[in-house]
């Protein structure tokens, strides 16, 4: 069987889970099967060289912040091949630029372009096992780029897309659950789930899968498997594929919880455009991905917009309002500590009255909520960020999650 | 001022001390001045990446072993640009691949064919200081390859052939001595240095500085400046250069130690040739450089072939030599634990009986020698290790060193 596995950090941490990875592949490998290894660096280097380089000064110029953390990778794809090798099975390892993951420009957040797998190929029809770098690729300049966080998923996918195949990403959690069981201990596992549902989940906090990395599964069909590391069991862990005929029954599939959230609300704005282009020009420059908005308009052509970031954008954002020619003139109002629930099902599109079952919960509960945004298969709700537990289990047990 | 610098390991074995090289660097950069910084891993990163290897099996692929010693570099390449930049000195890092370092497929000890300087050159033309990741290149397939022993030396003369600049190699010693001033206190600091006395003097053991760099320095005509890490005082080091007049009253410039040998007999080969040839293509293969030979010829067609290598050498060898379908045959003797003392003089070409003088000397202290070399610029003595100091000792009070 020809596969893509993504191992993550956790999995990789040390010489001895190394060797357990590289165990694990050399029992399930069959001769003639096409295996190719995605690996996350060893355990908590990423956030040790973070750390080297904020001890260097505040400001990280991110092409070399790119250079830096691309050694992760390539320190454990060419550990994983060695352990390979000393099993007996012949292994390669590649970092970004070898395995031919073209990048646009942008450092620290850079999006796949192209993948040349000819080389990939070659030592796949050598009957060797591939072990890709992560999180890593190559932009135009020949500089080293990284495609942000959650890379090493949206490698593994993208890679399995490339060559028709399937991907299976391991990691430290179980599966994919209604809501996080940390929260919610009755929370129940998922068989399966739809691409879209796990995009809503993923893009609202559920960390096991990066929204890229499922939006690129979808849009060539890649099935994917979730489950933990080194566990055989398929029936233990998540699919992620294209099909909804399983939880029609069920208008909400899963809650997921982010608490990286503040508001930031611009009060007085004109309502001529202008500004409002300005201000998503500003977002765009500082590549933030702003998640909720919304706008309100009131007399005098003057208008409110709000949208929500994650707390370190924020950070950049502040700095960047401050020194603004227009912005810094209207009356900014940041509201931090949130947490961001989404309820996702695509039984939801076909199902109604989740909203107000949502508000009349929280309502019952004397549970604040701001922002709310929708989508055809979501309704996701600010609240504080200390009534967030609270409002888990309200909502979890009214939609039987 | 244009010129190439290279510092080692110890001088960048931490954040602090990452920082004090580019302190260092910011201190004496002016406008228009062309820098390139060549960058060893820090500290023990390479042992350490070893160790971590070899726990995963004694046979480390070294495809692998490239790809994950070069993560060595690269790390402190990026470190220090960021601290570079953070000190407000425009800088960038570069890889072995990116530096367009492209070397022979062997890994391990490949050598460089070309350097394709062109982004190197636009950095620098946009004012930039280059920090390039010393020891380490891509062969013709794009797989990583790393220069071996003492290979950021060598990138970095490398570099500044090309550029047709000056190279300063900056280390934890503070010049080039006549000897081991550990092994004998009284060793004098030499000024200036032939190219060819330390060519000698480095394949023999002197790790100051590695004999390929030398060569290509010679080759280019690239000044050196050997001197310890952030030192400005430029009499407290050593120039390698090309001027000979300076010590032409001296016939001994230098004695270098080396502790690593063994000394293989091959007794009773044929001396039809072949044999030998086929030893000589064994050693190739295993890309073992032989450092001392010598062929005794006695009756009956046969002949004793003797020859030094390292000791990690001799591993490889020993290995080579029992699987092999002539040589098994052969009778092997092997002689572990010597030392070979190098005396290294451009002055020896004219002067006449030094030969004679060490043997008497050596003689005269009842110390055993062994396999004996010379060149026009040097005489090697193989002695036990245990009788080194002695001998050391005996060579430089004699010869004035």
Request: contains cysteine; aromatic residues 6%.
């Amino acid at each position: 069987m020809n596969v893509v596995q993504k191992y993550g950090g956790t999995s990789l941490e040390n010489i001895e889970k190394i060797r357990a990875v590289a165990k694990h592949i050399a029992s399930f490998r069959k001769e003639g099967d096409g295996i190719v290894i995605v690996a996350s660096a060893m355990g908590k280097t990423t956030n040790e060289l973070v750390a080297m380089a904020k001890e260097l000064g505040e400001d990280v110029p991110k092409r070399e912040l790119d250079a830096l953390l691309a050694t992760g990778e390539q320190k454990a794809v060419a550990l994983l091949a060695i352990a390979l090798q000393n099993l007996g099975v012949p292994a390669v390892s590649m970092t970004g630029f070898q395995s031919g993951f073209i990048t646009t420009e942008h450092h620290s957040r850079a999006r796949i372009k192209e993948i040349n797998t000819e080389r990939t190929e070659q030592f796949l029809k050598e009957g060797k096992v591939v072990v890709l770098a992560g999180f890593q690729g190559i932009n135009e300049d020949g500089d080293i780029t990284t495609l942000g966080r959650g890379g090493s998923d949206t490698t593994a996918v993208a890679i399995a897309a490339q060559l028709g195949w399937d991907c299976e990403i391991y990691t430290d959690v179980d599966a994919i659950f209604t809501t996080d069981p940390k929260i919610y201990p009755d929370a129940k596992k998922l068989d399966r789930i739809t691409y879209d549902e796990m995009m809503e989940l993923s893009s609202t906090g559920a960390a096991v899968l990066e929204t890229r990395s499922v939006e690129i599964a979808k849009k060539y069909n890649v099935k994917i498997y979730i489950g933990k590391s080194l566990e055989t069991d398929k029936r233990k862990g998540t699919y992620v594929m294209n099909d909804s005929i399983f939880i029609e029954e069920m208008p909400v599939t899963g809650i997921s919880i982010s608490d990286d959230c503040s508001i930031y609300s611009l009060r007085g704005m004109e309502n001529d455009g202008v500004a409002i282009a300005k201000l998503f020009q500003l977002l765009a420059d500082l590549h933030i991905n702003v998640d909720m908005i919304s706008k309100q308009t009131y007399g005098d052509n003057k208008c409110t917009i709000s949208f929500s970031c994650t707390d370190e954008q924020a950070k950049d954002l502040d700095k960047a309002i401050e020194n603004h020619e227009i912005l810094s003139e209207i009356m900014v109002e940041k509201q931090p500590n949130l947490s961001i629930l989404s309820l996702v099902g695509v039984g939801m599109a076909t199902a109604t009255g989740v909203a107000g079952k949502v508000f009349s919960i929280l309502a019952k509960e004397g549970i604040m909520y701001y922002q709310i945004t929708t989508s055809e298969i979501s309704i996701s709700v600010t609240v504080n960020r200390d009534e967030k537990i609270k409002a888990v289990i309200a909502l979890c047990e009214a939609f039987g999650l």
